[in-house]
């Protein structure tokens, strides 16, 4: 079992930053790959970014890449999305979640284990 738990999000005005962090706690942080995802009202939850077990490799979705930043600190069992230039599109609840074994790591099905989410808001 591992447990997620998103550090508060917030209203912030577009062209801001936002840095969210999700600590993790159970089993061996470092075992797990590990996704950023978002959700905004009426649409599905879709992937914005993920980072393999030693970080050494990332993902990112298009409409993030350039502005958005994954990170982990396996020592601080702990992954981070730094948000940049953010725009009003940005607006939804951001999920962490943990994927142990291998495979595809841009969907949201692959996951194990989620946060239960943090809202981001970006004011136009």
């Known amino acids: 079992q591992v447990q997620l738990v998103e550090s508060a999000g917030g209203l912030v005005q577009a062209g801001g930053s936002l840095r969210l962090s999700c600590a993790a706690s159970g089993r061996t942080f470092s075992s797990y790959h590990m996704g950023w995802f978002r959700q905004a009202p009426g649409k599905e939850r879709e992937f914005v970014a993920a980072i393999s077990r030693s970080g050494g490799i990332v993902y990112y979705a298009a409409s993030v890449k350039g502005r958005f930043t994954i990170s982990r600190d396996n020592a601080k069992n702990t992954v981070y999305l730094q948000m940049s230039s953010l725009k009003p599109e940005d607006t939804a609840v951001y999920y962490c979640?943990?994927?142990?074994?291998?495979?595809?790591?841009?969907?949201?099905?692959?996951?194990?284990?989620w946060g239960q989410g943090t809202q981001v808001t970006v004011s136009s």
């Open positions: 979640a943990a994927k142990f074994l291998p495979g595809d790591l841009l969907s949201r099905h692959e996951y194990d284990y």
